[in-house]
C-alpha cells in the first residue's frame, strides 16, 4: 500500500507492508523520519474512551531504548508509551487509545521483533 505521510510540513511518500491482518492499519503504517531525527510512529486513534484488551505492537524489529509508563498510568491517545531505537533511530511508539496501562511486557534494552506486544491497556 502506497501512502504519502506529512511531517512537519514537509510530504514524504511511503510504501507499508501489512504483515498481519488482525494488526489495526494504524498501528501497522510506520512514519516519515520527521527533522529531529527520530520516526513519530503514532497510531491515530478511532476511539477516545478507554479500552480494554487493546495491545499495542511494535511497528518495527529494535531494541527498547527507555519506557515512558507503568502500569496503573493512565494514557490519552497518542501518548508516548515507549521509545524503540533501530538502526541508529530513535521511533516513539504511541498508544492508539485512551486508557489505563494494564501490562508492561517489556523491559529498557530488550529486543523485540515487529508485530511483539510491548504494552497492554
Known amino acids: 500500500m502506497k501512502m504519502r505521510i506529512t511531517v512537519n510540513g514537509q510530504a514524504y511518500h511511503v510504501e507499508v507492508e501489512v504483515l498481519d491482518d488482525s494488526t489495526p492499519m494504524a498501528t501497522a503504517a510506520p512514519a516519515a523520519t520527521g527533522a529531529s531525527g527520530a520516526a513519530a510512529l503514532a497510531a ?3 476511539a ?3 479500552s480494554t484488551g487493546e ?8 531494541n527498547v531504548l ?6 496503573g498510568d ?10 524503540l531505537e533501530a538502526m541508529k ?3 516513539n511508539v504511541a498508544s ?8 508492561v511486557l517489556v523491559k529498557e534494552g530488550d529486543s523485540v521483533q515487529a508485530a511483539q506486544v510491548l504494552v497492554k491497556l
Open 44 to 46: 491515530p486513534a478511532a
Open 48 to 50: 477516545a474512551a478507554a
Open 55 to 62: 495491545e499495542v505492537k511494535s511497528p518495527i524489529a529494535g
Open 66 to 71: 527507555s519506557l515512558r509508563v507503568k502500569v
Open 74 to 83: 493512565t494514557v490519552k491517545v497518542n501518548d508516548t508509551l515507549l521509545v
Open 89 to 91: 533511530m530513535e521511533s
Open 96 to 103: 492508539p487509545v485512551a486508557g489505563t496501562v494494564s501490562e
